[in-house]
């Protein structure tokens, strides 16, 4: 299969360096290749291959078959550290994690009434093993702190618990919906034993990978509005990441008038100041 592969990009480059600019392939050939890219290392969850992870950057295949967890009794910290040793230790999230990098848990209060649930882990976040600590988790940090808590005070995790592969090994691309079908277990099992009043979640591929995928849910006609996650209070806003890449002082009120209501339903005074952030009148 790697031989298959590898000459496809061989004949790609070969035309783009012949001047050739665009490409006509029938849907067959692309479900195809994509089935082929997917199913590269089927081998790896099975413990079969490298041991230790993926070497090619390529996802390995992840089973149909979530985890099934039984989590043991015991206070919060005891049953969120046996969560998180399951989770570290999962063979499918470590066939599918880069050599030298790491599976990312979540991190925070265990008795958060808040739960920032993003969407994968990016290269910084696999290099720490922890979720949000690159730009966009600098990011989230600031508007914590700025809602009058502390990052300490909250709990962050992600829909995924590995930053999903691309054929080129750099770069982030959204996980498919098979991998947050088998991710999802972890991150129930998080919210379960967290117990938090509200759920935040940031950016579409965590509200999809929530609430269940719907190709006519957009994120400008979703976020500020709440939903429910077994049983616990949603509310969807924009990932940090876009208004780092959006940059404008409307996509940051935005983001801002969404804390706003989660401080309201949490009883957090909020002050005429804060109220006011980012105001453009």
């Not at 790609?12 to 590269?40: M, P, Q």
């Not at 700025?146 to 590995?162: F, Q």
């Not at 990441?241 to 009883?267: A, C, I, P, T």
Request: proline share 7%; net charge positive.
């Amino acid at each position: 299969m790697r031989g298959a592969v590898e000459s496809i990009v061989d004949e790609l480059k070969r035309l783009k360096e012949s001047g050739v600019t665009r490409v006509y392939l029938e849907d067959a050939s692309v479900t195809g290749l994509k089935r082929a890219l997917h199913s590269r290392f089927v081998r790896a969850h099975t413990g079969e291959g490298s041991p230790s992870g993926n070497p090619d950057g390529l996802a390995a295949a992840v089973p149909l078959q979530p985890p099934q967890l039984a989590i043991p009794g015991g206070d919060k910290s005891t049953r969120l550290e046996w969560l998180r040793h399951r989770v570290l230790h999962c063979p499918v999230c470590n066939a599918n994690t880069r050599p030298g990098k790491k599976v990312v848990f979540g991190v925070g209060n265990v008795n958060a009434d808040v739960f920032f649930c993003g969407e994968a882990p990016g290269a910084d976040e696999e290099i720490q093993g922890e979720p949000f600590v690159g730009r966009a988790g600098q990011l989230l940090t600031r508007i914590i702190e700025t809602m009058g808590l502390a990052r300490a005070d909250v709990y962050i995790g992600n829909i995924m618990n590995w930053r999903p592969a691309t054929v080129s090994g750099h770069g982030n691309r959204p996980p498919t919906a098979e991998e947050m079908t088998y991710c999802l277990p972890y991150l129930k099992a998080q919210v379960e034993i967290v117990s938090p009043k509200i759920i935040v979640a940031l950016g579409g591929t965590a509200v999809n990978g929530l609430l269940g995928p719907d190709p006519s849910r957009r994120m400008g006609s979703t976020r500020g509005r709440w939903f429910e996650f077994e049983g616990t209070p949603l509310l969807a806003t924009y990932h940090p990441s876009y208004v780092l890449r959006n940059g404008s002082l409307s996509s940051k009120r935005l983001v801002w008038e969404d804390m706003l209501q989660v401080m309201e339903k949490l009883g957090i005074p909020i002050s005429e100041r804060q109220r006011n952030y980012f105001k453009t009148a």
